[in-house]
């Protein structure tokens, strides 16, 4: 089998060119911050490419928080150590009516009201709620926005059988968090909450659900909720997106 030698290797996309020489040039200084970026054009005819293949290359700058693009205005610099745009911060409160809200204080809203519906559990999520793979889950999807619609998420409420059984939810299914929580703690729960971080790169239909540009990933949030003694009650499942964002936790 021939050695492939440097010569013979497929040359790096166009795209990924733009962003590698974009990106020098703000770690340089050469485009400071707050400055805006060589426009599409001029990079179109510098490397010789379209303007979607410029788009793509910015693409991957703003989804590393290099780069923030404004409608109409273009790319502009950001600063590799500035903040993001957004903090929120992560976990649940309760109101003084006794009721449970995100830490954040968003009021999200549901873009259609969640059904319940009946699934097994994947081997992930089992392992997380503590059954068997395969055991029946009520399950809750929703697409939620705040802000006026310019904040989105997707939020998915898992609740096995197991924990209703000798309840009132045996026969019917519970409600979607956070109604969930008040529901818990009714049956005789003392709750406890934990969440797992991480961010990967969104399905297609999560991209378009979000709005996400290309080459913006997303991060995913699963949420425990647990009893006194630690045994899992309920999982929830956020995609959120993962550009100009930061999530805060106390300790």
């Known amino acids: 089998m021939p050695i492939q030698r440097s010569g013979d290797q497929q040359k790096k996309p166009k795209y990924r060119?733009?962003?590698?020489?974009?990106?020098?040039?703000?770690?340089?200084g050469t485009y400071p911050s707050g400055q805006p970026l060589p426009s599409e054009e001029s990079l179109a005819k510098q490397f010789g490419v379209?303007?979607?293949?410029?788009?793509?290359g910015i693409a991957e700058?703003?989804?590393?928080?290099?780069?923030?693009?404004?409608?109409?205005?273009?790319?502009?610099?950001?600063s590799p150590h500035a903040r993001p745009s957004i903090t929120r911060p992560r976990g649940v409160r309760r109101e003084p009516d006794g009721g449970y809200v995100e830490a954040d204080g968003l009021r999200?809203?549901?873009?259609?009201?969640?059904?319940?519906?009946?699934?097994d559990a994947p081997v992930a999520i089992a392992d997380l709620l503590r059954v068997p793979p395969g055991e029946p889950l009520y399950t809750y999807d929703a697409l939620q926005t705040a802000d006026n619609g310019l904040l989105r998420q997707l939020h998915?409420?898992?609740?096995?059988?197991s924990v209703l059984v000798?309840?009132?939810?045996?026969?019917?299914?519970?409600?979607?968090?956070p109604a969930l929580y008040g529901a818990m703690e009714?049956?005789?729960?003392?709750?406890?909450?934990?969440?797992?971080?991480?961010?990967?790169?969104?399905?297609?239909?999560q991209s378009e659900a979000l709005r996400l540009s290309d080459g913006v990933p997303i991060i995913h949030i699963l949420r425990v909720t647990l009893d006194a003694t630690s045994t899992p009650l309920a999982l929830e499942e956020f995609h959120v997106p993962g550009n100009d964002l930061e999530l805060t936790y106390p300790l």
């Open 156 to 161: 998915r409420t898992y609740v096995p059988f």
């Open 166 to 177: 000798g309840t009132e939810y045996e026969e019917k299914a519970p409600p979607p968090a």
């Open 186 to 205: 009714q049956l005789g729960h003392e709750l406890h909450f934990t969440e797992y971080v991480r961010t990967r790169m969104p399905q297609p239909d």
């Open 61 to 78: 700058l703003r989804a590393s928080g290099l780069v923030e693009v404004m409608a109409g205005r273009g790319g502009f610099v950001r």
């Open 108 to 119: 999200w809203t549901n873009a259609e009201e969640p059904v319940a519906t009946r699934t």
């Open 17 to 28: 060119e733009i962003a590698d020489y974009l990106r020098a040039g703000i770690m340089d």
């Open 50 to 56: 379209t303007r979607p293949t410029v788009r793509q």
